[in-house]
């Protein structure tokens, strides 16, 4: 589905975890920081447990160069799948919070 067809949705009232966790998401991509960041945080709201969003959360701020802000996202989204028993993710975001902590050096 498209931006457009969820941005649609949303509009509707169809306001829920996955819809602004894939929102955000394809704002990433499309290189529209702001309105990820702005999804992603929402999603964060409906559920802080959501590792994913925690990981694409924390890229976008990442790109915006708000490099303290990114590294907290990471740790909170580690910590969060942590509790979860979700290893992958864990793994995956302590290799991008090593990475942005070496390029801060």
Same mark, same amino acid.
């Given at each position: +589905? =498209?931006? $457009?067809?969820?941005?649609? +949705? #949303? $509009? ?5 975890? #996955? /819809?602004?966790?894939? /929102?955000?998401? /394809?704002? #990433?991509?499309?290189? +529209?920081? &702001?309105?990820?960041?702005?999804? /992603? ?5 409906? &559920?802080?447990?959501?590792? !994913? ?6 890229? $976008?701020?990442?790109? #915006?160069?708000? &490099?303290? =802000? @990114? ?8 910590? %969060? @799948? ?6 992958? !993710? %864990?793994? *995956? +975001? *302590? ?11």
């Amino acid at each position: +589905m =498209d931006r $457009a067809a969820l941005e649609k +949705m #949303l $509009a509707q009232g169809n306001d829920n975890l #996955l /819809l602004r966790h894939t /929102l955000g998401t /394809l704002c #990433l991509k499309e290189g +529209m920081l &702001d309105a990820a960041i702005e999804h /992603l945080e929402k999603a964060l709201t409906q &559920d802080p447990g959501h590792s !994913a969003s925690w990981k694409i959360y924390a890229k $976008a701020l990442m790109k #915006l160069g708000r &490099d303290e =802000d @990114a590294i907290q996202a990471y740790e909170r989204g580690i910590s %969060v @799948a942590g509790e979860k028993g979700d290893v992958q !993710a %864990v793994k *995956e +975001m *302590e290799v991008f919070l090593k990475r942005l902590k070496a390029q801060k050096k």
